[in-house]
């Protein structure tokens, strides 16, 4: 089965803050994670994940990257490796509100199944103070398989609201939760949920997460895939030098 990508990206989208250097900025991450799961899907098989990212943010907002992990969605042949390529505009829009609009397109290069699953997806978000934030994500060409059926090339639409509050020295704790609206697909969606907690060292992080769905999810992707889950991650944070 195929269910919506979890990158960093949304994160990143939705909670960042926004890059006030004089200078434009270059950075990347290395991560290891036991489970890549989004949505509450698992998109490894229960298995572990390597992920890398590479981004550019300038003094004005704009920012644009390049995302991979390593994926086994399905129990048969498939793709084992997922790009993200990925570019938008962070703004202050207010005291404390930064609103963001984030264009990614989702490719599976070695996919080599019949069905091809790249697609593209618009985020839009509005977060305040880099602690909550709202999130709007849509997509004109998403394809998946569930309930038994392929659907190919259909619009989609995900709803996510999170948050995250640090708390004594390096620690910082995640929540959030959301909607997958999959009606022009199946006829139906479903809602997600996830909570972390991180123990930050300034060059790398680690993370141990939670995720979970409704019996919804199950309903479309096998309680498989769908069952609550936890993931431990390991991230290095590279460069974030100058150009």
Do not use: K
Not at 98 to 119: C, K, M
Request: hydrophobic share 40%; proline share 3%.
């Amino acid at each position: 089965m195929r269910a919506f990508r979890a990158t960093w990206i949304a994160l990143f989208c939705s909670l960042a803050p926004l890059c006030a250097q004089a200078a434009d900025e270059w950075g990347g991450t290395v991560s290891l994670v036991s489970d890549y799961v989004f949505r509450g899907v698992t998109q490894t098989s229960g298995g572990e994940a390597l992920q890398a990212d590479v981004h550019w943010q300038s003094d004005t907002g704009w920012l644009a990257g390049a995302w991979g992990s390593t994926v086994d969605p399905n129990p048969g042949p498939g793709p084992t490796v997922e790009i993200n390529l990925y570019a938008g505009i962070a703004r202050e829009v207010a005291d404390d509100w930064v609103a963001r609009l984030l264009a990614i397109h989702y490719a599976y290069p070695n996919d080599s199944t019949t069905f091809r699953y790249d697609y593209d997806e618009v985020a839009a978000s509005l977060a305040f103070r880099d602690r909550v934030a709202a999130t709007i994500a849509w997509s004109p060409n998403y394809s998946s398989f569930g309930a038994g059926q392929f659907v190919e090339d259909r619009t989609t639409m995900s709803y996510e609201i999170s948050a995250q509050l640090p708390f004594r020295h390096r620690w910082l704790a995640r929540a959030g939760a959301g909607y997958q609206d999959l009606d022009n697909l199946f006829g139906t969606g479903y809602v997600f949920w996830n909570c972390a907690l991180t123990y930050d060292a300034s060059s790398w992080q680690l993370t141990l997460a939670r995720f979970g769905t409704s019996e919804r999810a199950t309903d479309l992707y096998g309680s498989e895939t769908t069952r609550d889950r936890w993931s431990l991650g390991l991230q290095w944070q590279l460069g974030g030098a100058a150009r």
